[in-house]
């Protein structure tokens, strides 16, 4: 029994190196997959903000891309990336947003300071819908297709080169699909 135990420590420790590797050879060891890639985006909050625009799961199969951000009013990396969605809206990329976890006070006097890039809002206090699109922690990105389908999902700030590097292809990927299909 003595030498079986003796022998567990570099098996473990073989076992977890081999997870490891395999975890790095895959093509983008920092991307973490939706599983709602090419699959339809879950439902979006029923509720909304007093004075703007309701998101309806219509508004996500409109027939034109959109571009849904998780975002809070109290995420500091939420505020970096905001000038990045409202220079979005001014181009005319369909925007909507979804608060989650936040007081409807303070999410409203936000988009009165900061501005308002979303044509449509959903209002998420508990967060139990952001559960649904698979969401950790704000903000977090989803680029749906027209019919509503999930093109691409960006975990972090819409800023720096991460965003360039991979949002942002993805993002004109999907127009350009959308442009030819039309």
Known sequence: MAKWLMALPPVLFL???GLFYVGMQRENPDDLQSVF???QAPPVPAAGLPGYPLLTDADLRAGEVT???FWASWCPPCRAEHPVLL???ERGIRV???NMRDQEADALAYLADEGNPFFALGFDPTGRDRVEW???APPETFILRGDGTVAFRFIGPLVGTDY???FVPALEAALAEEAAGS
């Open 96 to 98: 909507a947003g979804v």
């Open 164 to 166: 360039e590097a991979r």
């Open 134 to 136: 698979g969401v950790t």
């Open 67 to 69: 571009v849904v951000n």
């Open 15 to 17: 076992g977890l190196a």
């Open 87 to 89: 220079e979005m809206a």
């Open 37 to 39: 890639l090419n699959r």
